[in-house]
């Protein structure tokens, strides 16, 4: 299978199981599921044809590992990244590190200054243990600008951080007193 034709099938399945199922008549769960099947047919019906081989193939290859199955494969969710607002995919709270990574812009930065990192139209605030994973996350609008996050603060005062399940620190938001240029 080609490159592109993965990317593709990648970007069509974010699209459908963050933010917008109703557009191929879909419906997540509270979960952020949705039957594998039922799936595959509407997204054959909406003009995007994939077999259950390539759908497995296109979730275990992804880079960011964005999409999970159920155990029997039965079901399927994106790990992260919902703007749906009536989806619950993180639960468990988490101890973060002392520190975490945003990958951001120059022109986000008086906003962020002044009203801390919020979740925008996601979920939550989206960050990393790492810099290199937010320098990929910020080189998406342009020249990235990293932030540092003092997560363990953060905990220590009461903030609630989860991981989604591809490793990705979520928050409701970083008041500006905890975000650090680096
Ligand atoms: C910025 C991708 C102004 C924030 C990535 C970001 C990630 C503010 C943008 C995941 C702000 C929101 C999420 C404030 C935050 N004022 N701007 N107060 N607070 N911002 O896409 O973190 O490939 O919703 O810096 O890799 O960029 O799709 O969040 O630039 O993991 O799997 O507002 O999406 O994952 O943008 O990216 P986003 P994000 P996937």
Redesign the pocket.
């Known amino acids: 299978m080609k490159e592109k034709d993965i990317k593709r099938i990648s970007k069509f399945l974010?699209l459908i199981l963050r933010h917008q199922p109703e557009k191929i008549g879909l419906a997540l769960d509270s979960n952020g599921w949705v039957s594998t099947k039922e799936l595959i047919e509407k997204s054959e019906n909406n003009g995007v044809t994939f077999s259950k081989e390539t759908l497995e193939f296109v979730v275990t290859s992804n880079d960011?590992q964005?999409f999970a199955f159920n155990e029997d494969k039965t079901k399927i969710r994106a790990n992260?990244?919902h703007s749906l607002k009536n989806v619950t995919i993180v639960t468990e709270t988490k101890i973060p590190p002392l520190f975490l990574y945003?990958?951001?812009?120059a022109k986000?930065l008086p906003?962020?200054k002044?009203?801390?990192?919020?979740?925008?139209?996601?979920q939550h605030?989206?960050l990393?243990t790492n810099k290199e994973?937010a320098i990929?996350?910020?080189s998406?609008?342009g020249t990235p600008i990293i932030l540092v996050v003092r997560s363990g603060e953060m905990h220590q005062q009461g903030y609630v951080f989860y991981l989604s399940d591809n490793g990705?620190w979520l928050t409701d938001n970083v008041p500006a007193k905890f975000v650090e240029l680096k």
Do not use: C, D, P, Y
Not at 102 to 105: C, E, Q
Not at 114 to 122: A, D, F, H, P
């Open positions: 974010s960011k964005r992260q990244g945003h990958g951001t812009v986000f906003s962020i002044e009203n801390g990192l919020q979740k925008m139209s996601r605030v989206h990393s994973t990929k996350v910020g998406r609008r990705v």
